[in-house]
């Protein structure tokens, strides 16, 4: 095992970007996923920021859905402190066709891969450091998955090489978690799930097929682990907030705003008549509750009118002019309302 003290700011970092967000739907329908408000800032700004924050600064993000929305968001990164470039992907090319885009680029030195809709504290100079010390070819973030959320179970052995990248958890009831040597029933040891943070080597690149679409963990990392690569696990409990379902993006913001004593987030513009009452909920810019208006658990887009004596309880809202195709939820009035 290798030691070494390098300097993180002669890497490079890829930000994931170009997905549908379909699960995020209908806060998607006119923006990307990683360009929606997370405490009135594009949730993407926080990847960029993380990554600065580990003296990383040459970025790159690939774009698809609603591209200028992260544009708009970002620029060209000098207001962040970074220098960030842009692949755009006419067609879509998973997480590892994406790389393949801009392999020229990233063919120098490690690079950092990283989703665009996470907010985390994980310490990535030690995963960065564990990943030089194995000269692995890939070290992937992992965190324990307590609650057993829908996220791929990702198999260690005892040298925390990863295996195999599984099925989802079982779901196990919140008592059975919390009281595991009670007689509800027998919890095994907590899965791994992967914080969608990984350092790579150039060396990735044999294993990555060229010019097609191709995910990581299904065309790549499992056909790299049968040659006998190294591919290490960097286990860390640091704070992870993802941000892919309309669940957690209200979850994980109420429990930043209630860590300021707070019970609701305004954007710009955004007016709450007296009368009204709103509590737990997230309101994006201009948008407006009128007197008598009850606004319970949930998240208003932008311009959105909730009207006189009106309720609204966990649900999303939308104005119904943005939205082409209405895939679930109700229309009433002005508004799409989709329930959690």
């Given at each position: 095992?290798k030691?070494?003290?390098?300097s993180n700011?002669?890497m ?20 990307t ?16 920021e ?5 003296a990383?600064r ?7 859905h609603?591209?200028?929305?992260i ?11 970074v220098?960030?470039q842009?692949?755009h992907e006419?067609?879509i ?5 994406a790389?393949?885009?801009i392999?020229?680029q ?16 994980i310490?990535?100079?030690a995963?960065?450091?564990?990943h ?24 260690i ?10 099925g ?11 009281n595991p ?5 027998t919890v095994?040891?907590?899965?791994f ?6 350092i790579?080597?150039p ?13 990581s ?5 499992p ?7 190294t ?12 941000m892919?379902?309309?669940d957690r ?6 429990l930043f705003?209630?860590k300021?004593?707070l019970?609701?987030?305004e954007?710009?513009g ?12 997230v309101?994006w810019?201009?948008a ?10 949930a998240v208003l ?8 004596g009106?309720s609204?309880?966990r649900?999303v ?21 989709v329930?959690l």
């Open positions: 095992m030691t070494l003290f390098l700011s002669h490079k970092a890829f930000i994931l970007a170009a997905g549908f967000g379909t699960r995020l739907w209908p806060l998607t329908e006119d923006r996923k990683p360009a929606i408000p997370f405490l009135n800032r594009p949730l993407i700004a926080y990847s960029v993380y990554l600065a924050r580990h990383i040459d970025i790159i993000i690939n774009l698809h609603q591209p200028d929305s544009r708009r968001a970002l620029g060209d990164g000098s207001q962040l402190g220098k960030i842009y692949s006419e067609e090319l998973g997480t590892s066709g790389i393949d885009r392999r020229d990233l063919m120098d030195d490690d690079f950092v891969v990283i989703n665009g809709k996470i907010v985390t504290d310490d990535l100079a995963a960065i450091r564990e030089k010390e194995y000269d692995a070819i890939a070290t992937l973030v992992l965190k324990e998955n307590a609650a057993r959320e829908h996220f791929s179970i990702v198999e052995d005892h040298r925390r090489r990863i295996t195999r990248f599984a989802f958890p079982e779901h196990v009831s919140a008592e059975a978690i919390a040597g009670s007689s509800v029933t095994e040891s907590a899965p799930l992967f914080t969608g943070i990984q790579l080597s060396r990735i690149f044999d294993y990555i097929p060229r010019d097609c679409f191709s995910h963990t299904i065309h790549v990392y056909r790299a682990i049968e040659k006998g690569e591919i290490i696990a960097h286990i860390t409990d640091g704070d992870w907030y993802e892919s379902t309309l993006y209200l979850a994980a913001s109420l705003i209630r300021q004593g019970s609701v987030i954007g710009a955004c007016r709450i008549e007296d009368g009204a009452t709103v509590q737990d909920s309101l810019n201009n407006v509750i009128e007197s008598g208006a009850q606004v319970r658990y887009g932008d311009g959105v009118r909730i009207p006189r009106a609204v309880e649900a809202v939308v104005r119904r002019d943005i939205v082409d195709e209405i895939e679930r939820g109700e229309v009433v009035g002005e508004n799409l309302i329930p």
